[in-house]
């Protein structure tokens, strides 16, 4: 019977088969006379209650089953994002559809389970446990669904992270409209993701204990001021997010104008950090051009040093040699003295 | 870049005239059978405006060739009239600290007030005349301005710098020729003291 309310790969014909038992039954019943009639009035009450229990359980698993197709979709779409040519718009209605089919899902499974509830009087335990296991498996399989929608977004809000870090290291003014719209619009998907995902697991946690429990009557009770009340909530948040869509783009205005004025104050200090340390290399290597300088000096000052002593040796010797040479033609004048002496 | 006028309206919520808290106005630039006409326009406007902006919202208005700056605050608004030069962003942040100035002066006292006060505000009118400047307003504009004074005087800082490094450069060749002569200069007076000793 379970299989009966998953994905319908073949068909159904319970149904049908029913409706032939009940033909039967309604021949035999009258030929029987009416005294039976009741009882097979309630027979096919709960035959009725019973089938529509089972149709509305085929439903939603039929729901759940095109809701997982659309977010298979969606998580393709959101992988193959790139910088350019983004299907924004269509994976936000696509969120839009799966969000509302969620929901609509999620009342769905609630009313089913106020149905198996409702109707608990005087039936099997097996019929009971059949029903109780068909709905847990229904909300299992929701709360599955809801739980990859959520991964989907999350993705979604990385890829388009590191899109909009790709932009920016490509073009560095362009991007900065495109950045906050996102930013403002993430928030709201997340929380409207956390909002569809916070409600739908409080019937899980208020509605199997109250499966497993045998006070069907008290639960019902408290199930339905529940649903009302999620209901109420999403509503109210759903215009919360409307109101605050209209007003961040006033706002955001004058906001973007001071983030661009700091970010551009920001650069400019960037800027002028690397123009001190180009000024930094540049006076270093002046320096050392400096320091070649004053060798240079030091060796000239050497040099002239030396050349202006060995010059100072030269006239001293120069001055000097004239005595020697007085001397020299002395003894050269005394020798001709002799020469003549000895001829004359 | 100018400031016409500096308004401070309170705003009910429910749509009716604005009251006039506290107004400065510089009609100087027009003729002087203008100024009155210009003033009560001014209100007008003022008005106006203030019954549309509702409540925690900045809006800006434009008007022939001003453009009207308006920032609603819990019910108390302040208004500023601005020709078309004046950056948005630091006649915001004027208004800001306008309507912070208001408050620290006069508390609460305005929620009551149901006439318009036309006495006259001195920190306003100071405040008009001080902030025609947008730089003064806006500390980023501020910042920024100074910023780029700094980075021109950079720029001609590296230039001078780099003609340095030139002049460096052509000290250094000629301070190498020298070293060279120099050393040219003593071998020579060597050569002349070794050879002529004897003579």
Known sequence: ??????????????????????????????????????????????????????????????????????????????????????????????????????????????????????????????????????????????????????????????????????????????????????????????????????????????????????????????????????????????????????????QDSYMQSRAEALQNVESTIHELGNIFNQLATLVSQQGEIAIRIDENMDDTMANVEGAQGALLKYLNSISSNRWLMIKIFFVLIFFLMIFLFFVA | MKITALLVLKCNPDGSDPVVLATAMDVSHFGYFQRSSVKEFILFVARTVGKRTPPGQRQSVQHEEYKVHSYN????????????????????????????????????SWRTAQADNMQPWPYLNEALNKYQDPAEADKLLKIQRELDETKIILHKTIDSVLARGEKLDSLVEKSSDLSAASQMFYKQAKKTNQCCTIL
């Open chain 1, 1 to 250: 019977m379970p299989v009966k309310a998953a994905q319908t790969s073949f068909r159904d014909r319970t149904f049908e088969f029913q409706s032939v038992a009940e033909r039967l039954r309604k021949t035999v019943s009258s030929q029987n006379g009416p005294s039976s009639s009741s009882k097979a009035d309630e027979q096919r009450s709960a035959v009725t209650l019973q089938s529509e229990f089972n149709r509305r359980a085929s439903k939603i698993g039929l729901g759940i089953h095109h809701t997982s197709q659309k977010l298979a979709k969606l998580a393709k779409l959101a992988k193959r994002t790139s910088v350019f040519d983004d299907p924004t718009m269509e994976i936000q209605e696509l969120t839009a559809v799966i969000k509302q089919d969620i929901t609509a899902l999620n009342s769905a499974v609630v009313d089913l389970q106020l149905v198996s509830n409702s109707r608990n009087d005087g039936i099997s335990s097996d019929t009971t446990s059949h029903s109780t296991t068909v709905v847990d498996d229904l909300k299992n399989r929701l709360m599955s669904a809801t739980k990859e929608f959520k991964e989907v977004l999350t993705m979604r809000t990385e890829n388009l992270k590191v899109h909009e870090s790709r932009r920016q290291l490509f073009s560095s003014t362009a991007s900065k409209d495109s950045a906050n719209p996102f930013v403002r619009q993430r928030p709201l998907a997340t929380r409207s993701a956390a909002a569809s995902t916070s409600s739908s697991p409080p019937p899980w946690a208020n509605g199997s204990p109250s499966s497993s429990q045998l006070f069907p009557r008290k639960q019902d009770g408290e199930s339905q001021p529940l649903l009302q009340q999620q209901q109420h909530h999403q509503q109210q948040q759903h215009h919360q997010q409307q109101q605050q869509q209209q007003m961040v783009p006033l």
């Open chain 2, 73 to 108: 605050r819990n019910g108390l608004c302040v208004m500023g009239f601005m020709d078309d030069h004046y950056p948005v962003r630091s006649s915001f942040s004027l208004l800001n600290q306008v309507l912070d100035e208001y408050q620290k002066n006069f508390g609460e």
